[in-house]
């Protein structure tokens, strides 16, 4: 991982990739990162007043970053295993705490040797994660931490000049730092994310951030134990390795209804949710829709590109179908290059109009995809999409899904390219 507590994983390289294989605009955005923590740290080794209470305070957070780390060590390599989500770590927490308490130069140290361990321990047996990722990862937090440390200094110092209530303005200048820490480090990841050509993966899910919020908590909260009541950061160990594992139940929860190729939901959770929205019209006397869609002529794109690029193209009518999609629209994908969406309590006009839509976007996409001559853009797709619509066009699921499909394949014999409606 490489974020604060989010990593730059988001936009995970295959294995082996190296520094020069990168773009030269993210080359140089790593190195300029690098460089500009390293002056930093030179600086703050040479200006910064370390006490002894500083260096056990160090030694303390050290010892406990490391011992969570061997202790979740199991769980953090399963949940590199089972995503390419991104994934948020722990390690922020300890990183945070070094940031409220330690001089400049101990909280970068800090930083250092917590992502050298994790590396050696973890990542580099794995061999997922590149030398050079894992210094710009360090980098970038030792940059967040120098950023959220400054603003922790400055309203410290603004509080003791003008007289006010510790009580009251400490909270708020933590509050402050935290959100400075993750403000930079998603801004840093987001720049990464672009220059690499990813910009799908620039935007932080709610759960993530909601993650990265509590792991930053947690780090204040050992800050104050340790400066005050050492022994009770003891008591911060036991929920972090809980909330550790809980993450990993939600990520396994999550595969098991996910499609890994596209993200979208698989076949069995697909049919789940629409027997329940069944069931719901079934009581309300409300109508829903069920689309089929399937790309046409999507052999040819597999034949003439390759699979590689046939597998960009799923993943771009998937990021697609989220987009045009409502919240409580369901999406799924039934294997190979067919789709089923489901639009619950919709008039047969709206399901209709969204078919017609969804057809429409299909033939705008241009998907940049790699193939054996380098990368080549992928146009001209389209799709033939059936549509069944509760009750009109059956009242169980089975006679919902085979009306969709008759439709589909009416669709493909009358030209492909179009939207048909069937009723039973």
């Not at 036991?238 to 698989?266: C, F, M, S, W, Y």
């Not at 045009?324 to 619950?344: K, M, W």
């Not at 853009?377 to 059956?394: C, D, F, K, Q, R």
């Amino acid at each position: 991982m490489s974020g604060s507590a989010r990593p730059f994983s988001r936009s995970l390289h295959p294995r082996g990739w190296t520094l020069w294989r990168q773009p030269r605009a993210l080359v140089r955005f790593f190195l300029t990162i690098e460089l500009a923590v390293a002056a930093l740290t030179v600086f703050f080794a040479f200006r910064d007043e370390v006490t002894t209470k500083h260096w056990w305070q160090f030694a303390v957070l050290c010892g406990f970053a490391l011992l969570q780390a061997e202790a979740s060590r199991k769980i953090e390599k399963a949940r590199r295993l089972i995503t390419n989500a991104p994934h948020v770590n722990m390690t922020s927490v300890w990183v945070f705490a070094g940031v409220l308490l330690l001089p400049y130069c101990l909280a970068g140290l800090l930083v250092i040797i917590v992502y050298g361990h994790l590396w050696l321990r973890i990542q580099r047996k794995m061999g997922t994660r590149p030398i050079h990722r894992v210094i710009f990862s360090a980098s970038m937090i030792m940059l967040c931490a120098y950023a959220a440390g400054g603003i922790y200094t400055a309203g410290r110092m603004l509080q003791q000049s003008h007289g006010w209530v510790s009580s009251t303005t400490t909270p708020v200048i933590i509050a402050v730092a935290t959100l400075v820490f993750l403000v930079i480090n998603n801004i840093l990841v987001a720049t990464a994310a672009s220059l690499h050509g990813r910009p799908s993966h620039v935007l932080v899910s709610w759960p993530d951030l909601a993650l990265e919020i509590a792991t930053l908590c947690l780090g204040s909260l050992t800050a104050l134990a340790l400066d005050n009541v050492p022994y009770l950061i003891v008591l911060i160990l036991p929920p972090l390795l809980v909330l550790h594992r809980a993450v990993l139940v939600k990520q396994l929860e999550e595969l098991a209804i996910t499609d890994q190729k596209t993200g979208l939901l698989n076949a069995t959770a697909w049919h789940e949710a629409a027997k329940n929205e069944l069931s719901r019209a079934e009581r309300q006397q409300s109508c829903f829709g069920v689309l089929m869609v399937d790309l046409d002529y999507f052999k040819r794109v597999n034949d003439t590109y390759g699979h590689l690029a046939g597998d960009e193209v799923l993943k771009a009518i998937a990021r697609m179908l989220k987009d045009e999609l409502r919240d409580y629209d369901s999406a799924g994908r039934f294997g190979g290059e067919e789709f089923a969406v489901l639009i619950p309590d919709s008039s047969p006009t709206d399901v209709v109009s969204t078919a017609e839509r969804l057809r429409k976007r299909v033939t705008e996409l241009e998907v940049l995809a790699p193939t054996e001559n380098g990368e080549a853009m992928i146009t001209n797709l389209s799709a033939s999409i059936g549509v069944a619509i509760y009750p009109s066009s059956g009242t169980s699921l089975e006679q919902l899904m085979l009306t969709a499909d008759s439709a589909v394949y009416t669709a493909k014999s009358n030209g492909r390219n179009q939207v048909v409606t069937l009723s039973t």
